[in-house]
């Protein structure tokens, strides 16, 4: 019973250190200073072309926009080329639909996807946008619940 036992710890220990061996820190994506300076990530997807969008919960410091009296933050979604460069037109701060632009204000990155047809699906709030891929331009917006801003 004493060698069964031995045995299987001696598997636990070569097993368990076989795998934590296999995880090596590279750094912060797409570098250390924005993911230090980004708390929050709450959406990550990866489109077709190998492009990395991050939505953050939190507003970011640089993230802002003009909401006709002052600067506010905004919880912008950033868009990454597999190299770590940003894309062309990331940062995205507003969307807009149907003649409708969305700040995103008020609102966090609940998560996102990447759908069937490759397009990124963003969950903001009480908000799924469907956003093209290609060129970061929002598609559709559906609203989950009725509110004054989704009209």
Request: proline share 3%; with cysteine; aromatic share 12%.
């Amino acid at each position: 019973m004493k060698k069964i036992f031995t045995l299987i710890t001696l598997m636990v220990l070569v097993l368990f250190s076989t795998g934590y061996s296999q995880w090596v820190y590279s750094g912060g994506f797409p570098t250390e200073t924005f993911a230090s300076n980004n708390p929050g990530g709450h959406g990550v997807a990866v489109d077709p072309d190998g492009k990395i969008w991050i939505g953050n919960y939190y507003n970011v410091t640089g993230d802002t926009i003009f909401n006709g009296t002052a600067w506010v933050g905004t919880r912008a979604i950033h868009v990454y080329n597999p190299n770590g460069t940003e894309v062309s037109f990331s940062p995205i701060l507003t969307m807009t639909v149907g003649g409708v632009t969305d700040s995103m204000l008020g609102y966090t990155n609940r998560g996102m996807r990447t759908a069937q047809d490759g397009n990124i699906l963003v969950s903001n709030g009480n908000r799924v946008h469907k956003i093209n891929y290609q060129t970061g331009l929002a598609m559709a917006t559906v609203c989950l619940l009725y509110t004054s801003r989704c009209v």
